[in-house]
């Protein structure tokens, strides 16, 4: 059997970059194609982070949880219209094990309503697990860490 | 003849950095020179693109009129004193044809007044046709395509 | 006596991700650590720089002088708790000699209050200039300059 050419770290940031390239083009039926389908998402906050608690914005433990995430925010669609647009700053590598590829990076989200109005909307850190899967690079677990506890109670589009 | 080496990624950021260093510093006047004279540099918002509507916030067809146009904002001068900060997320190669290299990179612009009042402006994406040209790297053309359909009216400054 | 290495590029901006990121995640004690003993940390404003001014809005000429304001910004404790996250734009090298390299980088720092609320705090420019020391890259000098002049009065957190 070969062995699987080890993630680097220009391959995981052309997918974070692809990741949030997608989201902010509104192809939101291509999220959860980024995962591997033993993955994890999970969006949490700092605080939540540092005091240990067990809490989550948003979890989804296997793909097809993203896929029903996406199904249902489509066809509910009762949330006002809005856009996101990413802003990354530079990764830094966590770790590097059997493969994966374990990186933090910072972010910020503006959020663009439909009549228009530009808001910062929230920052924090992507922390990333990404492994090679069918040659292609996907993500095995993301955890969002937001900066801010107080959180919009409508994160309807993922981040 | 000698061949034109085709423009490289590390180039094109080069020249995008580059570019909206020199309009974050003000250096107006050398904005034309970040083009080559057949250009075309086009402000528009994804509201526009997506629903095909030809209208442009600005359009300069060629770098006469990229000239014209820092010439009369730097003599009229009716605007309220204000200078841009950019922040560039990461670039994605679209094309590469005939030694030019089309990129779409997200980006985010701070607006500073002379009051010191600093906000959000606006955020997009650009979309860039790189070329080569007496061995430097220029635009033919650029699209600038803005999140938000609400444009504040005084787009003095070229983004 | 072996001549020491040059700074490169990649090395000076991962400093700079790291410097970034020791205060984004509120370990403040490390950072007088990133620079040389006899340093400059400088945060001014654009206006000032533009006029010739010699105002700062805060000064340390060495490495004590660092080590003493961390201690009173944790000591008295007296502002209000907040955090900081910094977006990184591309960064330009305006120089090197001697093995040290001088480097300009665009920034975006967005400030998080315990409440939770997140704003837009400073833009601006990192000019940096980077060398070897003891095996490890540090700033030898750090000067911050804000695009606005109407910075809030209390920079308690460095930037």
């Given at each position: 059997?070969?062995?699987?050419?080890?993630?680097?770290?220009?391959?995981?940031?052309?997918?974070?970059?692809?990741?949030?390239?997608?989201?902010?083009?509104?192809?939101?039926?291509?999220?959860?194609?980024?995962?591997?389908?033993?993955?994890?998402?999970?969006?949490?906050?700092?605080?939540?982070?540092?005091?240990?608690?067990?809490?989550?914005?948003?979890?989804c433990s296997?793909?097809?949880?993203?896929?029903?995430?996406?199904?249902?925010?489509?066809?509910?669609?009762?949330?006002?219209?809005?856009?996101?647009?990413?802003?990354?700053?530079?990764?830094?590598?966590?770790?590097?094990?059997d493969?994966?590829?374990?990186?933090?990076?910072?972010?910020?989200?503006?959020?663009?309503?439909?009549t228009?109005?530009?808001?910062?909307?929230?920052?924090?850190?992507?922390?990333?697990?990404?492994?090679?899967?069918?040659?292609?690079?996907?993500?095995?677990?993301?955890?969002?860490?937001?900066?801010?506890?107080?959180?919009?109670?409508?994160?309807?589009?993922?981040?």
């Amino acid at each position: 059997m070969d062995a699987i050419a080890p993630v680097t770290q220009a391959e995981a940031r052309a997918l974070l970059r692809d990741y949030v390239n997608a989201i902010d083009r509104g192809r939101l039926g291509e999220w959860p194609n980024f995962f591997v389908d033993a993955c994890s998402y999970r969006i949490t906050t700092r605080e939540n982070e540092e005091r240990g608690f067990p809490l989550s914005i948003m979890l989804c433990s296997n793909r097809a949880m993203l896929f029903d995430r996406i199904e249902a925010t489509e066809k509910a669609n009762i949330f006002e219209p809005h856009s996101y647009r990413h802003i990354l700053s530079d990764s830094e590598i966590v770790s590097e094990s059997d493969g994966a590829l374990t990186m933090r990076t910072s972010f910020l989200c503006v959020r663009i309503m439909q009549t228009g109005e530009t808001m910062l909307f929230v920052s924090g850190e992507y922390i990333d697990e990404i492994v090679r899967e069918e040659g292609r690079c996907r993500f095995r677990s993301k955890r969002v860490v937001l900066d801010s506890s107080r959180i919009d109670t409508l994160i309807a589009i993922p981040l």
